[in-house]
């Protein structure tokens, strides 16, 4: 279980937030996720009785219905909930800190801290720092770039080009993210954020040329610090005997960290020119996501094209039965009464 300390939230956040030690009592108190289909986004939200486990954000709602509660009510909440042990109490919105709640969090050891920030700020900047902190994540060997501002993750055997590939997609104006280990953590249900180590942050390794710092070579636009995973694109080798299928008519997916992400099989073969290949999967990709399907509009037209086809077959077969003699009845032979 993935765990961080309240003193570590505090110094990463400190200057941010605008925060401050009301005491300095439970620094050591630690902040983690209890339910196992949690996310560090669900465990920071408003001062909330219900669930006191949460670390509790209070604002000037919350601190307007203390004011109006008896002082004998407001001790007994807050000593309940202090009891409990919230990973801390934040006091946002440069309000005052009431002596109930001080006196509740000395009692218990709780952190308190206060903020000049507004509530609203605190809150979402603290549930993108636990999201990230507490999230399930793992560790894939590839190339996260930005392209086309979809995170794209380059994946294929040792050898297969993915890194002169990645130079080749810098050259042309989209950003690294991370080479050879990208760091995935999945912040959501259906979201997967890469990044980079620190240690390996904005280098490139190129056969033949080794370590590329992309940062100082092609400008601070060329590297990323984190993108949210979208899709796969995997190189490999064309084998001789292996056909690969031209058209695949359902759309690949593998699974990250319980996530089903796009994939796209991509074959390595001389003279192909990958880079523009992988920018075309992307934008095809992109519009996938806004409904638009090249293939089923393909398919569509064709249907389309049959049904004119056989009406225009219909259509002539009766022009040529009403032209066959066989089948004609002239004017004279309708008063004829043997017919």
Request: glycine residues 6%.
């Amino acid at each position: 279980m993935k765990e961080l300390s309240v003193a570590q939230l505090f110094e990463a956040y400190k200057d941010r937030l605008a925060l401050s030690w009301v005491g300095s009592i439970g620094c050591n108190r630690s902040i983690r996720l209890v339910e196992t289909d949690a996310y560090g986004s669900d465990i920071v939200g408003h001062l909330n009785i219900i669930h006191p486990d949460r670390l509790q954000v209070v604002g000037s709602a919350e601190q307007k219905w203390a004011l109006r509660t008896r002082a004998q009510r407001r001790q007994s909440v807050f000593e309940d909930l202090c009891q409990a042990a919230p990973p801390a109490i934040i006091v946002a919105d440069n309000l005052p800190v009431l002596d109930e709640l001080r006196e509740a969090c000395e009692k218990t050891g709780t952190p308190l801290f206060s903020s000049t920030l507004s509530c609203s700020v605190v809150i979402d900047q603290l549930r993108h720092y636990l999201a990230r902190k507490l999230g399930t994540n793992t560790n894939l060997h590839g190339v996260f770039m930005d392209v086309l501002g979809m995170g794209v993750m380059i994946t294929g055997d040792s050898g297969s080009g993915k890194s002169e590939l990645a130079l080749e997609l810098i050259s042309r104006g989209h950003g690294l993210v991370a080479d050879d280990v990208v760091e995935l953590t999945r912040v959501a249900p259906n979201v997967i954020f890469g990044s980079c180590p620190s240690l390996l942050r904005d280098f490139l390794e190129v056969r033949g040329l080794g370590l590329l710092n992309i940062r100082t070579i092609f400008g601070e636009t060329a590297s990323r610090r984190k993108m949210r995973l979208k899709l796969i694109v995997h190189l490999h080798r064309q084998q001789p005997n292996i056909d690969t299928p031209r058209l695949p008519f359902e759309a690949q997916t593998q699974e990250i960290l319980g996530v089903s992400v796009r994939k796209v099989n991509i074959p390595v073969a001389a003279g192909r020119n990958l880079a523009v290949l992988l920018e075309a999967a992307v934008r095809n990709t992109i519009l996938q996501f806004r409904g638009i399907d090249s293939l089923e509009e393909f398919i569509s037209r064709q249907q389309q094209e049959v049904l004119v086809q056989e009406d225009v077959a219909a259509k002539s077969a009766q022009r040529a039965l009403a032209l066959d003699p066989a089948h004609t009845i002239r004017a004279a032979d309708i008063d004829d009464p043997s017919i």
